[in-house]
T-cell receptor
């Protein structure tokens, strides 16, 4: 059983389009995250949600809008896609809110977004 | 602002060697530190998590140490195997404790 799943795995689209990436976790975790891994393989936090509430937004353009319909899902919608948005996007989850948490983060397989 | 550095960026060793991967962080006020493995085209797999109060953690052939005062962690891999070939990422929780801050990783290649 997949713990953290993402769809789609690959996404190729034109500049200016709007697209969404879905994430689901079946671990019963309270906290979910989105990370971006750029072409140099550097992994950086974008958002974190705890119990459907936004906890952190690391200066991500407002073209990116996360949506958490319930604790098990954190979807990422991107408006007006730009070339620089091409990257691999990873969803992750953990049991509690960090800050003393000893919980491991579990990652999804990633979504490779290519903007042409 | 917390920054994480990993050295070396890449490492190639013959099978059977013991090796050490290094991680350093600028702010010693961390909550915990986590080592991950990433295979090409795949997601991240957690290897070891060291709480801020711990000095080391072991799992099989892997041993991770933590020295908060010097801002360093090492991942020791014993008797390396070709299957260990992957990118190893070190990450610490940010100051607010709301997200992981990653290093750029060490890409390991173990030849048979």
């Amino acid at each position: 059983d997949t713990a953290v799943s993402q769809t789609p795995k690959y996404l190729v689209t034109q500049m200016g389009n709007d697209k969404s990436i879905k994430c689901e976790q079946n671990l019963g975790h309270d906290t979910m995250y989105w990370y971006k891994q750029d072409s140099k393989k550097f992994l950086k936090i974008m958002f974190s949600y705890n119990n459907k509430e936004l906890i952190i937004n690391e200066t991500v353009p407002n073209r990116f809008s996360p949506k958490s319909p319930d604790k098990a899902h954190l979807n990422l919608h991107i408006n007006s896609l730009e070339l620089g948005d091409s990257a691999v996007y990873f969803c992750a989850s953990s049991s509690g809110l960090a800050g003393g948490s000893t919980d491991t983060q579990y990652f999804g397989p990633g979504t490779r977004l290519t903007v042409l | 602002k917390q920054e994480v550095t990993q050295i070396p960026a890449a490492l190639s060793v013959p099978e059977g060697e013991n090796l050490v991967l290094n991680c350093s962080f600028t702010d010693s006020a961390i909550y915990n530190l986590q080592w991950f493995r990433q295979d090409p085209g795949k997601g991240l797999t957690s290897l070891l998590l060291i709480q801020s109060s711990q000095r080391e953690q072991t799992s099989g052939r892997l041993n991770a140490s933590l020295d908060k005062s010097s801002g360093r962690s090492t991942l020791y891999i014993a008797a390396s195997q070709p299957g260990d070939s992957a990118t190893y990422l070190c990450a610490v929780w940010n100051q607010a404790g709301t997200a992981l801050i990653f290093g750029k990783g060490t890409t390991l290649s173990v030849s048979s």
